[in-house]
């Protein structure tokens, strides 16, 4: 954790229970706030001032495609039957990235540089999950391990000595529209720190996951998953897995499922319609989350690549790797990230990729449920809009 971080979260813990226009000092806020939202400061704002676009209307429809050369997919056969409930990704060469912006707007694909520029990937068959690890899946694992996920951890008096013994207390990042509508450039307007907000409780002890066994497990931070994974004999997918997966053997297509956000007026994800963020009419069916498989899916038959929850990857977070791999000038194979991680945002704060948009998205402020589109995440930090799916080779 930086120091500067430090410093506002130990200000927060020293402060009293206050209501989130108040600084968000709820406990834990202000350091954990700061570092989900750098994540948001990445998906981009838009000034008040600046005219918005209708949500659910195509916002890429003029992109070019002229950079993409065509996928080749391996033909070889999977080395076996899929694990249940995992599907086999042939892997192969594509390009990897998202398209050139069709504009200068601050909302959509301008805020997509780190994606850029698009470049040649290759990446071996692997069997992948095909939704989200759901709710009922992660507590089976708990139960079967005794696993406490860092949300549900108190925090250390050593972590925070200047903090009284009250504000010491376990919680994560929850999604809190405003009743009105707001700026689109102040996100601490529509994000709180909740005391009590784990993965059994995702938007705090009033709330609960009784009968959502089939919805995708959120509040999970980056060891969090990784630990599932491991107890699974999985592996957490990298970026390039993901994007190869996500894509379904199309070449630079917009959208997983390919060119128009809603092909013949269907609905193909979850995400935000109505006026961000203080509204969800849910004309895509949910309110928020849905539960995994609700939408069709890819054509290797995985759901959820776009829209409902994030998804963490293996790979650390730079906005220049891509830079770095076009510049050799040749076909990177099986890509495992760069080896260290680095947000100019925060220098100081190890960041892991995320992928897929969230039900959150919207053309208003947030595109990424576009493929080649990135997120990025604080390792320790997890949200109700957050989850993953996992990996394996065989």
Known sequence: MSKRNKRRREDALRQEHRPKRVGLALGLAAATIVLTLFVWALYSYRNSKTAQVVAGTNPVAAISHATFQPTVTNHSNPPGKAPEGMIWIPGGEFSMGANDPPDMNDVGMKATADGRPIHRVYVDGFFMDKTDVTNGEFAKFVKATGYVTVAERKPRPE???NAPPENLVAGSV????PDHPVSLNDHFQWWSYVHGANWQYPQGPASNIKGKDAYPVVQVAYEDATAYARW??????????????????????????????????KWMANTHQGHFPNHDTGEDGYVGIAPVA???????????????VWQWTSDWYRPDYYKQLEQTGSVTRNPQGPETSYDPAEPNEPKKVHRGGSYLCTDQYCSRYIVGTRGKGELSTGTNHLGFRCVMKD
């Open 159 to 161: 972590d925070f000595p």
């Open 294 to 308: 609700q939408y069709p899916p890819n054509q290797y038959g995985l759901y959820d690549m776009a829209g409902n």
């Open 232 to 265: 699974a004999g999985k592996r957490l997918p990298t970026e390039a897995e993901w994007e190869f997966a996500a894509r379904g053997g199309l070449t630079g297509k917009p959208f997983a499922w390919g060119d128009q956000f809603r092909p013949d007026g």
């Open 174 to 177: 929850v999604f809190s529209p």
